[in-house]
Every structure is written in structure tokens, then in C-alpha cells.
């Protein structure tokens, strides 16, 4: 069965610094990952999916299929980043399957 | 609609007794998804909904809750005698398969007094 670790519940940086928020999947197939992340009062939005490989408001993601990681990482954090972050799992095709998430890493920026 | 619509929005119930919950997705997408957000938690998921295959139900945590959908369209999450440790945000999302990205509705914030 497919699933998907987030180590760090919380995870604390200054601005400026460098953060790193770590995912870890569990697939035998081939994944399709995803960040998700919710900012406070605001709906849980897609931010950004290793299969476009995009850097999205500074972040990006790479795929480790050796390491079964999709970590996502920022160069210099800013207060606006701070909010809960999902990684999920997407398997199968487009008529089955089904995301799954992990717990979530609320990450909060410092001034 | 343009979204993924929850409701209501709001809702506070006695000890005891049901409530149901509904999530309109957004039209063509086959896969609909409910989960649980317990303040300062993360995502719980409880049932997923896959076009017109057997439900996934791995995710309900008692029998107190079902969840039914009719073909690829509106949802809705029935509790019965809720209980305070029902109290949190549940919510929907709808997607074009298990691959695909997912659109959350807004949640509806249920509290149980």
C-alpha cells in the first residue's frame, strides 16, 4: 500500500534562511507527487507537482525515486511562506487510484 | 461552479445528534475525496469516491459515519450521534483521477457541543 511520511510536524526558520521540508513515499509503482499547502484561513491549494518541474513562489521539489523523497526546499524564506504544507501521492491512472496525504508540516517563518 | 463548494459553511450540533454534510465537486471530476482536520492537525482522510467503483472506506473512523455519492456528483458525509471528538473541519475534494491535482472545497467547521 502507498504512503507517505512528513518527519516534521513543526519546523521553525528565520527569513532569510534556507528551509527545507522533508516527504518521504512509500510506492511500488510509479508516483506522481505533490505540495499542497494552506495558509491561514484559506483553502488548501496545489503548489506545486513534480511532474512540471516548476519553481513556484521559490520553491521547488525534486523527485528521488533511489531515496523515495520529494523534499521541498527555499532558498530564502520569507513571513508569507509560513503555513501548513502537505505531501501527497498520486497513483495509477486517471481513472483509478487515489491521493494520499501525509500529516503535514506547519512551518512557521520568524522576522 | 467554479469550485469545490462545501455545505454549510458552519455547523454546531448537540451531543447525539446527525448531521450531514455536502460537497458539490466540480463537474467532470470522477474521484471526490472527504477528509478530517482536527484543529492544529493534519489531513485525516475518511472515504474516497472513485466514478462508479466500490468506495474506499478505509479512512471512517467508527460506524457512526457514512458517505454516499450518486454517480460523479454531489456527496454527502452523514455522522450520527455526533460525539465532541467529532468536532473539527471536514473536508471535500474533487479531482480528475488518482494522479491528477486535487480542488479542496472551503471545509465546513463542525463543532459538537
Known amino acids: 500500500a502507498q504512503r507517505v511520511t512528513q518527519p516534521e510536524k513543526l519546523l521553525s526558520v528565520f527569513k532569510g534562511a534556507p528551509v527545507e521540508l522533508k516527504c518521504n513515499y512509500s510506492y511500488s509503482g510509479s508516483p506522481e507527487l505533490f505540495w499542497y499547502v494552506q495558509y491561514s484561513r484559506q483553502r488548501l491549494q496545489l503548489l506545486l507537482r513534480?511532474?512540471s518541474r516548476e519553481s513556484i513562489k521559490g520553491f521547488t521539489a525534486d523527485l528521488n525515486k533511489g531515496e523515495t523523497s520529494f523534499h521541498l526546499k527555499k532558498p530564502f524564506a520569507q513571513e508569507e511562506d509560513s503555513a501548513m504544507y502537505y505531501c501527497a501521492l498520486g497513483t495509477g491512472g486517471t481513472s483509478y487510484g487515489k491521493l494520499t496525504f501525509g500529516q503535514g508540516t506547519i512551518l512557521t517563518v520568524h522576522p | 461552479g467554479a469550485g469545490v463548494s462545501q455545505s454549510p459553511s458552519n455547523k454546531v450540533t448537540e451531543k447525539g445528534k446527525d448531521v450531514e454534510l455536502r460537497c458539490d465537486p466540480i463537474s467532470g471530476h470522477t474521484a471526490l475525496y472527504w477528509y478530517r482536520q482536527r484543529l492544529g492537525q493534519g489531513l485525516e482522510f475518511l472515504i474516497y469516491f472513485q466514478g462508479n467503483s466500490a468506495p474506499d472506506k478505509s479512512g471512517l473512523p467508527s460506524d457512526r459515519f457514512s458517505a454516499e455519492r450518486t454517480g460523479e456528483s454531489v456527496s454527502t458525509l452523514t455522522i450520527q450521534r455526533t460525539q465532541q471528538e467529532d468536532s473539527a473541519v471536514y473536508l471535500c475534494a474533487s479531482s480528475l483521477g488518482g494522479n491528477t491535482e486535487a480542488f479542496f472545497g472551503q471545509g465546513t467547521r463542525l463543532t459538537v457541543v
Open positions: 513534480h511532474i
